[in-house]
Nanobody
Framework: RVELVESGGGSGQAGGSLRLSCEDSEYDRSTRTAWFRQAPGKEREAVAAIYASDESIYYGDSVKGRFWISQDLAKRTVYLQMNKLKPEDTAIYYC??????????????????????WGQGTQVTVSS
């Protein structure tokens, strides 16, 4: 059973930084991982994604230039470095992963339907 465990959430000040981690029990070179977030009363939003195979990276428009996604294959972990935090970054952050090479269910890098495993979420709160 695939398990994704997020950590690193918490509180931060506007302009500050936080780093989230997503440890994936089945992470390998075929894995594609994305971070999503959901603020109260809003729809879930794609934040960033990385392909383990070639480290292709994608960012949502609202975080470009501020957030950075990276991976450590040996640790089976994907990181989301969040810089220049804004109060509007406050949300629950989820990591999601697509495992294996069956692409029949791939619906695009920022489509929730593309991912077969999700973490439990970690709260990030940014104060002004």
């Amino acid at each position: 059973r695939v398990e994704l465990v997020e950590s690193g959430g918490g509180s931060g000040q506007a302009g500050g930084s936080l780093r989230l981690s997503c440890e994936d029990s089945e992470y390998d070179r075929s894995t594609r991982t994305a971070w999503f977030r959901q603020a109260p009363g809003k729809e879930r939003e794609a934040v960033a994604a990385i392909y383990a195979s070639d480290e292709s990276i994608y960012y949502g428009d609202s975080v470009k230039g501020r957030f950075w996604i990276s991976q450590d294959l040996a640790k089976r972990t994907v990181y989301l470095q969040m810089n220049k935090l804004k109060p509007e970054d406050t949300a629950i952050y989820y990591c999601a992963a697509h495992h294996g090479t069956d692409w029949d269910d791939w619906d695009g890098v920022f489509s929730e339907a593309s991912y077969d495993a999700w973490g439990q979420g970690t709260q990030v709160t940014v104060s002004s």
